[in-house]
């Protein structure tokens, strides 16, 4: 049963690395480099915290994605030891890794960590709406840079769900506390 779930997440990614076009690859592969350390989602957050009406956006983002890299970079990574998908698959990856561990993807986890935390609390709709979009776009980027499995990104995606609900619990319960207090 795993064999055949590996077999399929291989085969459905080299149908992704079909989808290359000449004008999307230098697009994509840039996109993907901003997630590098996480660091888009990180200046972002960091950036939320010093306008009021985004402030809580920021520091649940934050929360959520020291959450995701215990969980995924930390913890997981090294103890799966997935490798990249060229190893085994006939894949030429558009960016480069450091990291030689596959599963989960921890530039999706950060993503959907930050994204959904956003989602939850920015103030406008369309900001919302954006988080999502970069979170899911981060996700995919992955896949098509040719980095990592389709089941890395979802995993990743997922713990990255996890985190920023986590996160959000731990704001609901210190919120709880502190009007007790008051």
């Keep these: 049963m795993l064999d055949t779930l590996l077999q399929l997440d291989g085969q459905l990614l080299v149908a992704i690395q079909g989808l ?5 690859d230098p697009i994509v592969s840039f ?18 915290l010093f306008w ?8 649940l983002a934050l929360g959520a994605m020291i959450l995701g890299l215990l969980v995924t970079n930390l913890t997981i990574k090294p103890l799966v030891e997935r490798p990249r998908p060229w190893v085994d698959w006939p894949i ?42 970069m979170a899911v776009c981060m996700g995919l980027s992955r896949l098509y840079v040719g980095v990592h499995y389709p089941t890395d990104m979802l995993v990743g995606a997922a713990i990255g769900t996890l985190c920023a609900w986590a996160a959000w619990k731990l704001y609901q319960i210190y919120e709880e506390k502190r009007n007790c207090v008051l």
């Design 20 to 24: 290359h076009t000449a004008w999307l």
């Design 31 to 48: 996109y993907t480099k901003l997630g590098d350390a996480g660091i888009l989602f990180i200046a972002l957050s960091l950036a939320m």
């Design 52 to 59: 009021k009406p985004t402030r809580k956006a920021g520091a």
């Design 92 to 133: 030429v990856p558009l960016v480069t890794e450091k990291d030689p561990n596959s599963f989960p993807s921890g530039h999706t986890c950060a993503a959907f960590a930050a994204g959904l935390s956003w989602a939850r609390a920015l103030p406008w709709s369309w900001g919302r709406i954006a988080a999502i979009v």
